[in-house]
């Protein structure tokens, strides 16, 4: 399990333990904070560009949460953050309730339908289940176009904004909120017993339903509360932007987040954070200062996903986890070897 | 026709398989007595190309354990290599004509596309999975899963920079009269490119059937350090799934170019059908990929006529998700279960 | 082949471990679980690279060289897990296990000799591999790991899950292939049999060649007797 502490379990760092933090995770979110106060970070389109990598690195986080603990990575992930976003924006449209609590009424759908598709894809495996939530993604994605009495399909669909005012300090702040929400909540859940069966089931289902672990009900409330926080995150999105589009639920959108998941590292959850950052912040300098060539930071992107993936597939998290564990490495690595090679016999 | 093969092909009519097929074929006639012939024709131009390019993800799901969502990216450098040959010549055509030129065009594109398809497989497995596999075999599946994503994004955004976000096409292949079936008036390009799906198909079954590199692929899909035991050299049979496959998707793209024209995306949608493909018939099943290639074309031909344009992802894809409740691993499923599966 | 030193520093599991087989021998490699051997026999075909050391074939180092070259190089590996193609008949095997043999001749030659070392694969010529029983499966691999005509055999635990009489049956065919000139090193871990069908052995333990011998010497050596022969 790599959770941002180390096994110290004594004095204050012990108690942010207990809620999945570390010290050095607290200061990274203190950066977070105090980041849009500082110049250059204070001007509107940083503070934007900031948004944008809070809000991939939360549903990095709730993405991973279900890939990188069940392995079943849901290929329609971006759907699903499309159906809170649109539910949370029809609702306030149409009955005119604040978008506070319209996007909880989002997540709730999304969680419903994360609820049916986790029943649903219980007996597929493997690729099978990742293509199932993915032709989800799809048909939801061409529901979406179609279905423009409701949507109005790609003209686009306005809502309203969570404050007046047009600065962006405050969507901010309340995306982190939600980030570090999503991130307590499911990383907790984690270090619940639960984590314990996701894992299970996610490293060999059979094993885990002779050792007494319910698949069912497991990978249901791993499916649901993924796509709960995806339905968040949506909402936030929509009332962000102010117009939703379908192509929110494109498949493109869901490679976004999966990749920047990766880069984090899988089953880390917070590695998703720390990417995304520094990632979406480099991605959107490129496309501003490339903007002759179009398409040329996504070249970039793909490059870098590539070698990331094929040198090292760990990821961000992974670099951390043998940061820390250098010092215990010089005694444990003759062990770590004899393991790796024993494997291969 | 004797008692015992009556009653496997009665057997065979019971099964998931044979019920998904007659009922195809079934709403293939009645739609076409409905909405006229045309519906049928497209079926079988598309549903042949579709099937090619299942068989060149399935091949490289088998072998290799790749999945392969970049594989509509291949259908694009198809599609765009015979562009590029097929538009200079008809352009030269116009100021000189020729008979001879003029015919051997398309072909000369199509074969281009094909073998551009082919070496950028080549590079592709020489480039990156030759490296992973040299370094990491640890979840192999879900690397090369996010690695093929990643030439997917290359691919398009090189696509859209060096060559433009413009639609890239030809009208027609070759300026001869349609071809008569009873009324119905046929195409010329039509016909030949259904008979080029059906010769590719013919020739990949003979070629894993009956030659030695077939049956190296086949070793090496079925256990890969045996074949390495017994003096095969798999990176080189590596290469030349990836070649096929890529190959595969090329030449579909080159010979559907003029229903597809060529633009940074033209891939995605082949892309889904192969998939749905796969997932309809099951997984490394290459022979089931020919029929699921007609049925995938038909679903979205109907949806098409009847619904409207844009509904054609929508109505397959929940077809799809309900035969996946029943039939957990295809319709055609057997009982092998692989990797991909666990 | 003149030697074949197989000297790794291979960490943890194999200790700079160090075999010799002449040509002709008959060679085996016995030890407790976990001891080494099929590491061993895997650094030597290579399937796994060696961490640091020098495996000589036919005075050529062929440390890093990928396992297909060395099955050109005429040495053959017949793994504990068989590697067989279970998706093909047993005939298609063994044709794969000839297809570096240009000669259709030999081939054929080749086929003969491991039917009448296995009659019973001549009967399940047109099965396939994975509807074998355990027993076939192992005298198929075997017998596959023997159409490609190679100087040295490495076989690793052929008892493993036999019945006796058919582990009888397979020693035999190692015996009598040995006496045709093949150099086996046989990994194994039914030591008083082993013993008795090699020439010389050696005795690994935790990575390390512990003793090594002439078989009918090592099997009245005290340690031996102790540890395994347990009398």
């Known amino acids: 399990m790599t959770q941002l502490t180390q096994d110290n379990s004594t004095g204050f760092s012990g108690i942010l333990g207990k809620i999945c933090l570390s010290p050095m995770g607290l200061a990274g979110l203190a950066i977070l904070f105090l980041l849009p106060l500082v110049p250059p970070f204070n001007q509107d389109y940083m503070i934007r560009w900031l948004i944008s990598g809070a809000i991939v690195a939360a549903a990095a986080v709730a993405f991973d949460f279900s890939a990188g603990y069940l392995g079943i990575v849901n290929f329609g992930y971006a759907a699903f953050i499309g159906l809170g976003a649109y539910t949370s924006a029809i609702i306030s449209n149409k009955i005119g309730i604040s978008p506070f609590i319209t996007i909880f009424a989002g997540a709730l759908v999304s969680a419903g339908l994360g609820v049916l598709t986790g029943i649903v894809s219980l007996r597929l495996r493997g690729m099978f289940a990742i293509c199932f939530t993915w032709f989800i993604g799809i048909a939801l994605m061409g529901l979406c176009l179609k279905l423009d009495w409701l949507t ?9 904004g969570f404050f007046e005012g047009n600065s962006s300090l405050p969507y901010y702040y309340l995306i982190l909120a939600i980030m570090i929400f999503t991130y307590l909540v499911l990383g907790l859940m984690i270090r619940s017993d639960y984590g314990l069966a996701f894992r299970a089931i996610g490293q060999n289902m059979e094993a885990a339903m002779t050792s007494g672990v319910h698949p069912t009900k497991y990978r249901v409330i791993n499916f649901t509360m993924s796509c709960f926080f995806a339905g968040l995150i949506g909402g936030f999105y929509g009332h962000y932007y102010g117009i939703l589009t379908p192509e ?3 498949t493109q959108k869901t490679v976004e987040v999966l990749v920047i998941a990766y880069i984090g590292g899988r089953s880390s959850l917070w590695g998703g954070i720390v990417a995304a950052f520094p990632f979406i912040f480099a991605m959107e300098l490129l496309r501003s200062s490339l903007s002759d060539l179009p398409g040329i930071n996504l070249i970039i992107y793909g490059v870098f996903l590539i070698a990331i993936m094929v040198y ?5 998290a992974q670099f951390f986890k043998n940061l820390t564990a250098r010092k215990q490495r010089s005694t444990s690595s003759t062990a770590q070897k004899a393991k790796t090679a024993e494997a291969g016999v | 026709m004797n008692d015992s093969s009556s009653a496997k092909v009665i057997e065979w009519l019971k099964s998931a398989g044979g019920i998904t097929v007659t009922c195809t074929i079934l709403v293939a006639i009645a739609v076409s007595f409905h909405k006229g012939p045309y519906v049928l024709v497209n079926t079988l131009v598309t549903g042949g190309m579709w099937a090619l390019m299942a068989i060149g993800v399935s091949l490289l799901f088998g072998v290799m354990n790749i999945s392969n969502f970049a594989h509509g990216e291949y259908f694009m450098i198809g599609s765009l290599t015979a562009y590029y040959i097929m538009n200079p010549l008809k352009q030269y055509l116009l100021e000189t004509p020729n008979d001879f030129l003029s015919f051997i065009t398309p072909i000369l594109g199509i074969a281009g596309a094909a073998i551009v398809g082919a070496i950028a497989g080549i590079v592709t497995d020489k480039t990156i999975f030759a490296q992973l ?18 030439i997917q994004i290359i691919l398009i955004n090189v696509h859209m920079l060096v060559f433009g976000n413009t639609f890239k096409g030809v009208v027609n292949y070759w300026d001869v009269p349609s071809v008569a079936f009873g009324d119905v008036y046929v195409s010329v390009d039509r016909v030949v490119v259904f008979g080029i799906a059906m010769a590719a198909i013919v020739l990949f079954w003979y070629l894993m059937m009956y030659t030695s590199l077939g049956k190296k692929i086949r070793a090496v899909a079925q256990d890969e350090n045996g074949a390495r035991m017994v003096g095969i050299q798999v990176n080189g049979v590596y290469s030349t799934t990836f070649a096929l496959a890529c190959g595969f998707a090329a030449l579909a793209g080159g010979s559907l170019l003029f229903m597809f024209p060529s633009y940074p995306t033209v891939g995605v949608a082949p892309l889904y059908n192969s998939w749905f493909i796969i997932i309809l018939v099951g997984f490394g099943n290459v022979a089931g990929a020919v029929p699921g290639g007609f049925m995938i074309a038909l679903f979205q031909v109907v949806t098409r006529t009847y619904m409207g344009e844009g509904w054609e992802n929508v109505i397959p894809m929940f077809l799809i998700a309900m035969i996946l409740i029943f039939k957990p691993y295809g319709i055609f499923a057997t009982k092998v279960r692989s990797v991909w599966e666990q | 082949m003149k030697n074949l030193n197989a000297g790794y520093g291979f960490l943890k599991v194999l200790w700079d471990v160090s075999i010799q087989i002449d040509r002709g021998e008959f060679v085996a490699l ?5 001891a080494g051997k099929s590491t061993t026999l895997k650094t030597i075909s290579g399937l796994l690279p060696p961490q640091s050391g020098k495996i000589t074939f036919d005075g050529q180092v062929i440390n890093n060289q990928d396992c297909a070259l060395n099955c050109r190089n005429g040495l053959s590996y017949i793994s504990e897990e068989l590697n067989l193609f279970t998706g093909m008949t047993v005939l298609e095997n063994l044709e794969m296990g000839a297809q570096l043999l240009d000669d259709k001749n030999k081939m054929e030659e080749n086929l003969q000799f491991v039917f009448e070392l296995f009659p019973r694969l001549e009967e399940r010529v047109g099965q ?12 198929l691999a075997i017998a596959r790991g023997l159409m490609s005509n190679p100087i040295l055999v490495l076989v690793d635990e ?6 006796p009489q058919v582990t009888e049956e397979v020693f035999n065919a190692l015996k009598v292939l040995n006496k045709k000139g093949v150099t086996i090193l046989l990994v194994e871990q039914n030591v008083t049999k082993t013993l008795k069908f090699s020439s010389r052995a050696y005795i690994l333990e935790k990575g390390e060649v512990v003793l090594e011998g002439p078989s009918s010497e090592l099997i009245t050596n005290d340690h031996v007797k102790q540890i395994y022969l347990g009398t």
Not at chain 1, 312 to 316: Q, R
């Open chain 3, 128 to 139: 396939y591999a994975g509807t074998l029983s355990g027993g076939e499966r192992k005298m």
């Open chain 3, 158 to 163: 052929p008892s493993l899950g036999l019945a």
């Open chain 1, 152 to 160: 109005r399909g790609p003209l686009g669909l306005q809502c309203d």
């Open chain 1, 248 to 250: 929110l639920l494109h």
């Open chain 3, 30 to 34: 016995v030890g407790p679980n976990g």
């Open chain 2, 133 to 150: 596999r040299k370094r990491n075999r640890e979840g192999w599946l879900l690397n090369c899963f996010l690695i093929t994503i990643g």
């Open chain 1, 312 to 316: 090292y597939p760990g990821g961000v």
